[in-house]
């Protein structure tokens, strides 16, 4: 099994960072790629960004600019640096790893930003 403990969510104002952080533990093996989804109340989850363990990175729309996602190989760790964050962006963000077809997804970590 695979384990993905997030960290870096919480409260901001409009205008403001937060750093989003998911190290990946257990039987990782041949890692392909890495990323984060998010969900807000009465809404699908939706991809922001995803990185492939060659650095091929793709962003929703709506974060390009904004958001910058990055990856140590060697800590198994994803980082999404999220900037000038907007209202829109409130939702509880998920960390997802892929492995060959197995999709692996954490707990979730609350971004609001609010005034």
């Known amino acids: 099994q695979v384990q993905l403990v997030e960290s870096g969510g919480g409260l901001v104002q409009p205008g403001g960072s937060l750093r989003l952080s998911c190290a990946a533990s257990?039987?990782?093996?041949?890692?392909?790629?890495m990323g984060w989804y998010r969900q807000a109340p009465g809404n699908q989850r939706e991809l922001v960004a995803r990185?492939?363990?060659?650095?091929?990175?793709n962003y929703a729309d709506s974060v390009k600019g904004r958001f910058t996602i990055s990856r140590d190989n060697a800590k198994n760790t994803v980082y999404l640096q999220m900037n000038n964050l907007k209202p829109e962006d409130t939702a509880v963000y998920y960390c997802?790893?892929?492995?060959?077809?197995?999709?692996?997804w954490g707990q979730g970590t609350q971004v609001t930003v609010s005034s």
């Open positions: 990185i492939t363990s060659r650095g091929s990175a």
């Open positions: 257990g039987s990782i093996f041949s890692i392909y790629a």
């Open positions: 997802v790893l892929q492995q060959t077809t197995e999709h692996y």
